[in-house]
Protein backbone atom coordinates (compact mmCIF):
# COMPACT_ATOMS: atom_id res chain seq x y z
CA UNK A 1 0.00 0.00 0.00
CA UNK A 2 1.88 2.98 -1.19
CA UNK A 3 1.51 5.40 -4.35
CA UNK A 4 3.79 9.04 -4.75
CA UNK A 5 1.41 11.75 -3.88
CA UNK A 6 -0.84 12.52 -1.18
CA UNK A 7 -3.24 15.99 -1.60
CA UNK A 8 -3.18 17.84 1.79
CA UNK A 9 -4.96 21.07 1.78
CA UNK A 10 -4.74 21.90 -1.39
CA UNK A 11 -1.16 20.79 -2.42
CA UNK A 12 0.05 17.16 -3.60
CA UNK A 13 2.87 16.07 -1.27
CA UNK A 14 5.02 13.02 -1.29
CA UNK A 15 3.92 9.58 0.48
CA UNK A 16 6.14 9.76 3.01
CA UNK A 17 6.23 13.12 3.71
CA UNK A 18 2.61 13.49 4.14
CA UNK A 19 2.78 14.09 7.88
CA UNK A 20 0.78 15.70 10.95
CA UNK A 21 1.76 16.97 14.21
CA UNK A 22 2.00 14.06 16.86
CA UNK A 23 -0.62 16.68 18.59
CA UNK A 24 -3.25 16.52 15.77
CA UNK A 25 -6.49 16.41 17.61
CA UNK A 26 -7.83 14.02 15.65
CA UNK A 27 -4.87 11.66 16.73
CA UNK A 28 -5.64 11.96 19.89
CA UNK A 29 -9.45 12.37 19.73
CA UNK A 30 -10.51 10.33 16.86
CA UNK A 31 -12.22 14.08 15.72
CA UNK A 32 -12.29 13.20 12.07
CA UNK A 33 -14.50 12.00 9.39
CA UNK A 34 -13.51 10.43 6.16
CA UNK A 35 -14.68 8.56 3.03
CA UNK A 36 -14.19 4.83 1.16
CA UNK A 37 -14.32 5.17 -2.41
CA UNK A 38 -13.14 3.05 -5.02
CA UNK A 39 -12.02 4.10 -8.85
CA UNK A 40 -12.64 1.40 -11.22
CA UNK A 41 -10.36 0.72 -14.59
CA UNK A 42 -13.15 0.52 -17.86
CA UNK A 43 -12.90 0.46 -21.59
CA UNK A 44 -13.13 4.36 -21.20
CA UNK A 45 -10.74 5.06 -18.53
CA UNK A 46 -11.05 5.17 -15.14
CA UNK A 47 -14.16 5.90 -13.23
CA UNK A 48 -15.02 6.33 -9.41
CA UNK A 49 -17.49 5.06 -8.13
CA UNK A 50 -20.71 7.26 -7.16
CA UNK A 51 -18.57 10.14 -6.22
CA UNK A 52 -21.15 12.33 -5.63
CA UNK A 53 -22.94 10.35 -3.30
CA UNK A 54 -19.44 9.85 -1.37
CA UNK A 55 -18.56 13.45 -0.95
CA UNK A 56 -22.14 14.57 -0.19
CA UNK A 57 -22.13 11.95 2.98
CA UNK A 58 -18.39 13.45 3.61
CA UNK A 59 -20.10 17.07 4.43
CA UNK A 60 -22.71 15.31 6.00
CA UNK A 61 -20.42 13.61 8.22
CA UNK A 62 -18.45 16.92 8.71
CA UNK A 63 -21.72 18.67 9.30
CA UNK A 64 -22.75 16.43 12.26
CA UNK A 65 -18.86 16.19 13.94
CA UNK A 66 -19.23 20.48 13.07
CA UNK A 67 -16.10 20.46 11.04
CA UNK A 68 -15.75 23.73 9.09
CA UNK A 69 -14.82 22.47 5.55
CA UNK A 70 -12.38 24.84 4.12
CA UNK A 71 -12.90 23.60 0.61
CA UNK A 72 -16.32 23.07 -1.29
CA UNK A 73 -17.68 19.79 -2.70
CA UNK A 74 -16.57 20.48 -6.23
CA UNK A 75 -13.13 21.38 -5.20
CA UNK A 76 -12.86 18.12 -3.11
CA UNK A 77 -14.34 16.16 -6.17
CA UNK A 78 -11.72 17.93 -8.16
CA UNK A 79 -8.89 16.88 -5.85
CA UNK A 80 -9.60 12.99 -5.85
CA UNK A 81 -9.63 13.18 -9.90
CA UNK A 82 -6.43 14.91 -9.78
CA UNK A 83 -4.94 13.15 -7.14
CA UNK A 84 -5.33 9.78 -8.99
CA UNK A 85 -4.02 11.58 -12.37
CA UNK A 86 -0.77 12.12 -10.67
CA UNK A 87 -0.20 8.79 -9.27
CA UNK A 88 -0.86 7.47 -12.77
CA UNK A 89 -3.81 4.75 -10.97
CA UNK A 90 -5.95 3.28 -13.01
CA UNK A 91 -8.08 1.36 -10.21
CA UNK A 92 -7.48 2.61 -6.81
CA UNK A 93 -9.06 3.00 -3.14
CA UNK A 94 -9.57 6.67 -2.50
CA UNK A 95 -9.24 7.97 0.82
CA UNK A 96 -10.82 11.23 1.97
CA UNK A 97 -10.26 12.53 5.19
CA UNK A 98 -11.01 15.70 7.13
CA UNK A 99 -9.82 16.21 10.52
CA UNK A 100 -8.82 18.42 13.66
CA UNK A 101 -5.64 19.84 13.46
CA UNK A 102 -2.97 20.68 15.93
CA UNK A 103 -3.63 23.93 17.95
CA UNK A 104 -4.28 22.91 21.69
CA UNK A 105 -4.95 19.55 23.08
CA UNK A 106 -8.58 18.91 25.36
CA UNK A 107 -11.59 17.42 24.85
CA UNK A 108 -12.88 20.93 23.37
CA UNK A 109 -11.96 20.56 19.65
CA UNK A 110 -13.24 24.09 18.44
CA UNK A 111 -9.90 26.00 18.77
CA UNK A 112 -7.84 23.52 16.22
CA UNK A 113 -7.81 24.41 12.60
CA UNK A 114 -9.55 21.89 10.51
CA UNK A 115 -7.62 20.51 7.27
CA UNK A 116 -8.23 17.95 4.75
CA UNK A 117 -6.58 15.21 2.66
CA UNK A 118 -6.99 12.53 -0.03
CA UNK A 119 -5.03 9.63 0.01
CA UNK A 120 -5.22 6.97 -3.26
CA UNK A 121 -3.64 3.39 -3.56
CA UNK A 122 -3.99 0.35 -5.47
CA UNK A 123 -6.12 -1.98 -3.49
CA UNK A 124 -7.72 -5.71 -4.20
CA UNK A 125 -10.81 -7.33 -3.22
CA UNK A 126 -10.72 -6.79 0.71
CA UNK A 127 -11.40 -9.76 2.51
CA UNK A 128 -9.53 -11.55 -0.54
CA UNK A 129 -9.74 -12.56 -4.21
CA UNK A 130 -11.04 -16.22 -3.17
CA UNK A 131 -13.59 -14.71 -0.87
CA UNK A 132 -15.72 -12.90 -3.75
CA UNK A 133 -16.45 -16.72 -5.25
CA UNK A 134 -16.27 -19.00 -2.07
CA UNK A 135 -17.35 -16.90 0.76
CA UNK A 136 -15.77 -16.17 4.26
CA UNK A 137 -16.29 -17.50 7.56
CA UNK A 138 -17.16 -14.75 10.35
CA UNK A 139 -18.78 -14.68 13.93
CA UNK A 140 -20.96 -12.72 16.32
CA UNK A 141 -18.96 -10.49 17.83
CA UNK A 142 -19.01 -10.06 21.52
CA UNK A 143 -18.87 -6.38 21.35
CA UNK A 144 -22.18 -4.66 20.88
CA UNK A 145 -22.55 -2.02 17.81
CA UNK A 146 -22.53 1.65 19.26
CA UNK A 147 -25.98 2.22 21.05
CA UNK A 148 -28.04 4.89 18.49
CA UNK A 149 -27.59 8.10 21.23
CA UNK A 150 -24.17 7.24 22.05
CA UNK A 151 -22.99 8.84 18.92
CA UNK A 152 -23.95 9.43 15.35
CA UNK A 153 -24.72 6.49 13.13
CA UNK A 154 -25.03 8.51 9.93
CA UNK A 155 -21.27 9.93 10.39
CA UNK A 156 -18.38 7.96 9.49
CA UNK A 157 -16.25 9.72 12.63
CA UNK A 158 -12.86 8.43 12.73
CA UNK A 159 -13.46 7.73 16.52
CA UNK A 160 -16.57 5.87 15.61
CA UNK A 161 -14.27 3.28 14.36
CA UNK A 162 -12.95 1.79 17.66
CA UNK A 163 -16.01 -0.45 17.84
CA UNK A 164 -15.01 -2.12 14.81
CA UNK A 165 -11.91 -2.40 15.50
CA UNK A 166 -12.39 -4.44 18.73
CA UNK A 167 -14.84 -6.71 16.75
CA UNK A 168 -11.93 -7.53 13.72
CA UNK A 169 -9.65 -8.24 16.37
CA UNK A 170 -12.16 -10.54 18.14
CA UNK A 171 -12.75 -12.29 14.51
CA UNK A 172 -9.53 -12.73 13.40
CA UNK A 173 -7.90 -14.17 16.82
CA UNK A 174 -10.89 -16.53 16.97
CA UNK A 175 -9.68 -17.82 13.34
CA UNK A 176 -12.51 -15.81 11.04
CA UNK A 177 -12.41 -13.45 8.60
CA UNK A 178 -14.93 -10.98 10.08
CA UNK A 179 -17.15 -10.18 12.44
CA UNK A 180 -20.75 -9.39 12.67
CA UNK A 181 -21.79 -6.92 15.51
CA UNK A 182 -25.36 -6.94 16.93
CA UNK A 183 -26.86 -3.65 18.56
CA UNK A 184 -27.45 -2.72 21.95
CA UNK A 185 -31.00 -5.09 21.81
CA UNK A 186 -29.64 -7.84 20.48
CA UNK A 187 -30.10 -7.00 16.71
CA UNK A 188 -28.53 -7.63 13.84
CA UNK A 189 -26.83 -4.87 12.50
CA UNK A 190 -23.46 -4.38 10.26
CA UNK A 191 -20.15 -5.87 9.86
CA UNK A 192 -17.00 -4.13 10.84
CA UNK A 193 -16.99 -1.98 8.13
CA UNK A 194 -19.81 -3.66 5.96
CA UNK A 195 -23.55 -3.48 5.78
CA UNK A 196 -25.40 -7.14 6.09
CA UNK A 197 -27.91 -8.69 3.59
CA UNK A 198 -29.55 -11.77 3.99
CA UNK A 199 -31.93 -13.93 2.12
CA UNK A 200 -34.90 -16.50 3.22
CA UNK A 201 -37.41 -17.42 1.03
CA UNK A 202 -36.29 -15.70 -1.99
CA UNK A 203 -36.75 -12.36 -0.68
CA UNK A 204 -33.13 -10.10 0.71
CA UNK A 205 -33.20 -8.21 3.87
CA UNK A 206 -31.22 -5.71 5.13
CA UNK A 207 -30.75 -4.04 8.55
CA UNK A 208 -32.66 -0.70 8.96
CA UNK A 209 -30.17 2.42 8.78
CA UNK A 210 -31.20 3.46 11.80
CA UNK A 211 -28.38 1.54 13.56
CA UNK A 212 -26.47 0.93 10.75
CA UNK A 213 -24.14 3.97 8.22
CA UNK A 214 -26.06 4.56 5.80
CA UNK A 215 -23.70 2.64 3.01
CA UNK A 216 -23.62 4.11 -0.94
CA UNK A 217 -23.03 0.21 -1.60
CA UNK A 218 -26.04 -1.05 0.68
CA UNK A 219 -27.91 1.53 -1.99
CA UNK A 220 -26.43 0.19 -4.78
CA UNK A 221 -27.49 -3.43 -4.03
CA UNK A 222 -30.99 -2.55 -2.90
CA UNK A 223 -31.44 -0.56 -6.43
CA UNK A 224 -29.32 -3.60 -8.09
CA UNK A 225 -31.75 -6.32 -6.76
CA UNK A 226 -34.93 -4.73 -7.06
CA UNK A 227 -33.99 -4.24 -10.95
CA UNK A 228 -33.45 -7.84 -11.15
CA UNK A 229 -36.46 -8.46 -9.83
CA UNK A 230 -35.76 -9.64 -6.28
CA UNK A 231 -38.17 -8.26 -3.14
CA UNK A 232 -36.04 -6.16 -0.77
CA UNK A 233 -37.16 -5.35 2.70
CA UNK A 234 -35.64 -3.99 5.65
CA UNK A 235 -35.75 -5.77 8.91
CA UNK A 236 -34.93 -6.02 12.53
CA UNK A 237 -33.53 -9.43 13.23
CA UNK A 238 -31.39 -11.62 15.55
CA UNK A 239 -28.83 -13.95 14.98
CA UNK A 240 -30.14 -17.26 14.63
CA UNK A 241 -32.26 -15.97 11.22
CA UNK A 242 -29.16 -15.59 9.86
CA UNK A 243 -27.86 -19.43 10.72
CA UNK A 244 -31.02 -20.46 8.87
CA UNK A 245 -31.16 -18.27 5.68
CA UNK A 246 -30.26 -19.34 2.07
CA UNK A 247 -27.70 -16.96 1.52
CA UNK A 248 -25.69 -13.95 3.29
CA UNK A 249 -23.29 -11.25 2.14
CA UNK A 250 -21.90 -8.50 3.01
CA UNK A 251 -21.66 -5.35 1.31
CA UNK A 252 -19.66 -2.22 0.98
CA UNK A 253 -16.90 -0.13 -0.96
CA UNK A 254 -14.31 -2.01 0.35
CA UNK A 255 -15.85 -5.38 0.62
CA UNK A 256 -17.81 -4.61 -2.76
CA UNK A 257 -20.12 -7.91 -2.40
CA UNK A 258 -18.51 -10.92 -0.78
CA UNK A 259 -20.85 -13.87 0.49
CA UNK A 260 -20.77 -15.29 4.08
CA UNK A 261 -20.27 -18.77 3.95
CA UNK A 262 -20.19 -19.50 7.88
CA UNK A 263 -21.36 -17.90 10.87
CA UNK A 264 -20.58 -19.07 13.97
CA UNK A 265 -19.56 -22.59 12.93
CA UNK A 266 -23.18 -22.41 11.40
CA UNK A 267 -22.89 -23.57 7.49
CA UNK A 268 -25.02 -21.01 5.65
CA UNK A 269 -26.65 -22.74 2.92
CA UNK A 270 -24.80 -25.02 0.78
CA UNK A 271 -21.51 -23.26 2.34
CA UNK A 272 -20.70 -20.90 -0.81
CA UNK A 273 -21.42 -18.16 -2.72
CA UNK A 274 -25.30 -18.87 -3.42
CA UNK A 275 -27.01 -18.25 -6.78
CA UNK A 276 -28.89 -14.87 -6.25
CA UNK A 277 -25.58 -13.45 -4.28
CA UNK A 278 -23.57 -14.29 -7.33
CA UNK A 279 -26.41 -12.42 -10.06
CA UNK A 280 -26.49 -9.26 -7.64
CA UNK A 281 -22.04 -9.37 -7.49
CA UNK A 282 -22.24 -10.08 -11.25
CA UNK A 283 -24.25 -6.88 -11.63
CA UNK A 284 -22.44 -5.35 -9.83
CA UNK A 285 -18.95 -5.51 -11.13
CA UNK A 286 -20.44 -4.93 -14.57
CA UNK A 287 -21.52 -1.79 -13.50
CA UNK A 288 -18.41 -0.10 -11.94
CA UNK A 289 -16.56 -1.40 -14.75
CA UNK A 290 -18.72 0.39 -17.05
CA UNK A 291 -19.91 -2.54 -18.71
CA UNK A 292 -23.55 -1.59 -18.02
CA UNK A 293 -24.68 1.71 -19.84
CA UNK A 294 -28.01 1.76 -17.74
CA UNK A 295 -26.28 2.41 -14.52
CA UNK A 296 -23.84 5.06 -16.31
CA UNK A 297 -24.58 7.45 -14.40
CA UNK A 298 -22.64 5.48 -11.37
CA UNK A 299 -19.62 6.50 -13.02
CA UNK A 300 -17.59 9.86 -12.80
CA UNK A 301 -14.24 9.53 -15.07
CA UNK A 302 -11.13 11.03 -14.29
Same mark, same amino acid.
Given at each position: ???????? %???????????????????? $??????????? $??? =???????????????????? &????? =????????????????? #?????????????? $???????? +??????? +??????????????????????????????????????????????????????????????? =????????? /??????????? !?????????????????????????????????? #???? #??? /???????????? !?? @???????????? %????? @?? /? #??????????? &??????? /?????????????
Amino acid at each position: MKADKIWM %DGKMVDWDKAQVHICTHALH $YGSGVFEGIRA $YET =DKGTAVFRLKEHIDRLFNSA &KILKL =DVPFNKEQIRQAIKDTI #KENNLKSCYIRPLI $YRGFKELG +VNPFKCP +VNCAIAVWEWGAYLGEEALAKGIKTKISSYARNYINSTSQKAKICANYINSIFAKMEAIEAGV =DEAILLDTR /GYVTEGSGENL !FWIRNGIIYTTPTATVLEGITRDSIIKIADDLGY #KVQE #KYT /GRDELYISEEVF !FA @GTAAEVTPIREI %DNYQI @GE /G #KRGPITEKIQK &KFFDIVK /GKDEEYSDWLDYV
